[in-house]
């Protein structure tokens, strides 16, 4: 990758990554199609897409929920898909957290908050005794800006946004370097997405975490995110800072995509244009992820990085020219 | 404008186990023809039931304590189930969150999209398809004849909410209630149907009451807006002087918590959860969340405060008595802009005048 | 009017008081309730289960508590007092006075065959002079042991294979599944008379032939629910915390199934009481001198015409125990899941 980007460490180096359902069959799924990406330690890589275009599944073959049928994962310089001895599994486990999408079916409903919010510090036995499990779980309720009276209650008794901040609480419990949050805001009402948001904000500070946020809400993504790609059945199409894709997003169904996002300001929307993606015909050139300016991937052919490196001018210098 | 709906000091409970919980507490507000109205919350502010209440569609545990739906000079509270049935599909029509579950999958779409003509009117079965060939091609459904005798998964997402609302259209009725139409779909199908709805509208003159917690949705396709929380109407008024010239704490700490275009340092957040319906607080709902709460909201629920003639809210930082406070950025740089239109505005009419 | 009003009040009222702590406002009020707490308060408003629970809670302590205060020996012969109709002290009713109607006269069946006066038998006595209400109770605590041990079977075997099944899918599942359609397609009498070629008629032998089929329906239930809830995010939560697949299946599985677990197995008590019935009134089942409800319905069929208290006793006692299995069970399906209900 580019000079500048080798002083960063490396935490998550996914490569050529398939995952493939009912494989060889002839209901077969690609789900992800080959795609690449790195992620630095500390910064939030926010991966954007519709539903089924392989987004959380990628999510989940990461954190080993599913077994990826070809590539590479690679965390913390150890490749995940070669795990096989049971402490090394359980290092991973403890590194690597996810948060889910569905606040109500995310936790068990019959389990008190406080048994699963230790549910992590009883297997890994990260606590001493009684005390200090009970002591550890009140701390994280705090830090999730719950009460520990909360601790003895049952999730049927929380607001949406309440039950996501158990789910990260969970997480955190294991002490994590790296949260996969996987469409944590989608289901959670307007006012209690920022709230989550800054949650997550906060904590990553404070506990120095490095994020991959899966989500469709383009808008939040960019503001949460660092990096962003983009997915369109089960490939990457577009990688790069999130300033860079939402302002100047180059690929056709990256432009698409943030041309369908509405704001909230009636006048921005009556001048919104929607642009259609036709999916380009197949013509046999050989495709991937090609850098067209520094730290910007677009998933194109050979002859296609000149015509996307000027389109990439063309709207910056569009910007440049509004502004003056 | 003509009034097509106009609901009065609503109050609808529900009892359950833990008690009565009060979802509805005092609803009022007007529809009129051609217009699309708005109605933003959150999960349990009540913008469901009060839509569901004009349908009649309320669980058995619900109890319309108090209040009026007039809809051609008729009260649908003091309606029979039968003269009900009449008026749904007909004249007023809804259509749901989630267009997986709201087809029948055993029913060709052809004869689902016709079958609300067949019930509501004396119509040949004939006749009938060909209303339903002809929506099912205003709604885009390509080669709409040919797809008559598919079923609904033979459909995508996005199409199958097309097929919902060439049902809910086909008897040309007066009112559509859209309860979160695109809340299921993606960003770009979203896109697609709410064209597609205003598309409609104007080709029809339907009056849609829209149901959704997307502000930028909203912003989209509302003339109208009107914010519940805690199952009161907060604050109602023209999309623009909701957008622009919000006055009420809750829509400020709504706008100020979504991202915009413009990057922010850290964004807005409303501390704490929604009210607990079951035992509402006294005074305004929103006290226990509102920075610029004082001590009359946890006391007295406020009135509306007119601001224009469009628009009303239902704080009490509108009294005379209260202190002037400062929104959220987000929120001067709104009212700045609204200024902005108004002053614009004045200079056109001026120059009319001239003319 | 309303700007009236509110003129009036005091610009002390509008003092800013900023947000609530954010404590305060995420307490939460009602109070709390495990999920049993809540089915139990549920369950109460349902009278019909809950009449039924009591009921059965008395047949089952007057079936059991009869080993030891049973009125009479349920299985002495006493073959002078045989076919004596029911007398109940201080009741004069035609029926239920020791009388019965011999061509058209009315004659005291106790006198005559010269019982003394202390002795009753409350509901008479069958051929062989044994006290009839002493036998529905030997009766009713062999159906209820019947009762009670399917519904350990189901729990046991059918639960566990279940979950197994379930919880390790593909070819696993696949074979397990095979095996439950071999099982099940074996008709229960056939499973009984092959049974009966190697054991003696009696309780064990229903309950082994109980054994081979009876707990299949409640496997396939918990295999499907278990399907179901392995998918839900929780389970996937707890398996990217490191949880083990055992740890999964009883922490997080089996309590989330535990309500219909237990509706199903409420179904299949009344289920097996009257397997056993059946098999005990064609003559499969329980050999006499023990007594089952089945074997008193056949005995008391027999004499139908001329002694028909002797069918009508324990044929009303299994149908209350039938009845008020099934209304409990469906009370608590509604319980358990409210939204299953209308």
New interface residues.
Partial sequence: MVADKTQEKIILDVENLKQYFNEGQRDEVRAVDGISFQIFEGETFGLVGESGCGKSTTGRSIIRLYHPTAGKIEFDGEDVSKIKRRADMEHFRRDVQMIYQDPYASLNPRMKVRDIIAEGIDIHHLATDVDDRNQQVNDLLELVGLDRSHGTRYPHEFSGGQRQRIGIARALAMQPKFIICDEPISALDVSIQAQVVNLLMELQQKKKLTYLFIAHDLSMVKYISDRIGVMYYGKLVEVGKSEEIYNFGVHPYTESLLSAIPLPDPEHERTRRRIVYKPAVNDGAERELREISEGHFVYCSEEEVPVFQKKLADKKAQTEKVEV | MEKVLEVKDLKISFDT??GKVHAIRGVEFDLYRGETLAIVG??GSGKSVTTRSIMRLLA?NANVDSGTIMFKNEDLNKKDDKAMQKIRGRDIAMIFQDPMTSLNPTMTIGKQVAEPLRKHEKISKKEAMNTALELLRLVGIPDAEKRLNNYPHQFSGGQRQRIVIAIALICRPEILIADEPTTAL???????I??LMKDIQEKIRTSIIFIT????????VADRVAVMYGGRIVEIGT??EI??NPQHPYTW???S?????E??D?????????P?L??PPTGDAF??????????D???TP?FFEISPTHKAAT?LL?????K?TPPQEIVNRHQHFQKIMKERELVQKKLREV | MAEMDYSKIPKEKFELIGHQDAAESEKIAAPSLTFFQDSWRRLKKNKAAVISLVILGLITLIAFGAIWLSPKDPTKQNVQFANLPPKIPGISVDGFNGTTLVRGQRVDKYEQVGVPEDVYFILGTDSLGRDLLSRIFMGTRASLIIAFVAAILDLSFGVTYGLISGMKGGRVDSIMQRILEVLSGIPNLVVMILFLTIFKPGILTIILAMAVTGWITMARIVRAQTLKIKDQEYVLAATTLGQSQISIALKHILPNISSVVIVQMMFSIPTAIFFEAFLSFIGLGLTPPNASLGMLLSEGYKLFRFLPHLMWAPAIVLSVIMICFNLLADGMRDAFDPKMKD
């Fill in positions: 186990f833990a959150e999960s058995k993606d960003v770009t199908i979203q896109a697609q709410i064209e917690h997307d502000l930028g949705v909203v912003a989209n999309s623009e957008f622009y700490g709504l706008l918590s979504m991202p915009t275009l990057t922010q850290s964004l807005y957040a409303i501390p704490g959860s929604p607990d079951l035992d006290y226990p969340r509102n920075e610029f709460a004082m001590q009359i946890t006391e007295e009135p009490w009294a005379p008595q209260a202190p406070v």
